[in-house]
Structures are given as C-alpha cells and as structure tokens.
C-alpha cells in the first residue's frame, strides 16, 4: 500500500455557518496527515500555498518522544517540514502536523499542493 498525505481542515465552530467552509478573514487550522499502513520512520513535506490568499501563523508538530528530530520553515508560498527516528506504528491514517493560518479577505477558496520533494520512508 502506498502513502497518501492529505490536508483536512478544521471548519469552524458549528455555531458559525457555513461550517463545511473556511472563513475569509478568519484564524484556520488544518490537520496534515498521512494515510498508509507501513511503519513510519521518516517523512519530508513540501507543502506549497499562494501567499497572496493565505498568511500561515503557526506550525504544530505531532511527536511522540525526545529521539525524534523534527525541523521546518515557513517561506514565502511554501512550508518544508521533515520529521526523523518517527515513532509510528502502522494504523491507517497519523497526523504529521498541525497548522494555523490566516485567510484573506475577499477569497473563495485556499489550495494547498504537496511538492515534489515530499516522501517518506519506511522502517
């Protein structure tokens, strides 16, 4: 089985509709995950964004211990985030990272692409 990785937004609260939608002008979260059933010991993430919708705050990383070697950088259209000695054991679906980001006013919608240089690498 391959790995697939994914961005899943966090709507908003249920109180404030559309709750299917991000909010133009509003703090965003959003979960990066990876769905596979391999042993994960190292993954590299290139995510690309248009810097003229999105403003990206915060990077939140999902470690589970000390030995594991996390590192990212957020540049202009592009987070690069890579995560070493993972501890992971095989389910379906492993959050990577979180994030929090602004959108900007007047937009209709946020794309997020993984570049090229993203992998990961099996025990």
Known sequence: ????LQVKPLYSDKR???????HAGCMQNADITLATELDIKEIRVSLQFDPEKIDI???LPDNK???EVIDYDIRYGEIS???KNM???P???IKVFSMMFNS????SGVDFVFGSGSYAVTQ
């Open 1 to 4: 089985m391959a790995a697939e």
């Open 16 to 22: 404030f509709p559309p709750t299917d939608k991000l």
């Open 57 to 59: 705050l915060r990077i």
């Open 65 to 67: 211990n000390r030995d």
């Open 81 to 83: 985030y890579s995560h």
């Open 87 to 89: 501890v992971y054991n």
């Open 91 to 93: 389910w379906y679906e």
């Open 104 to 107: 900007k006013k007047d937009i």
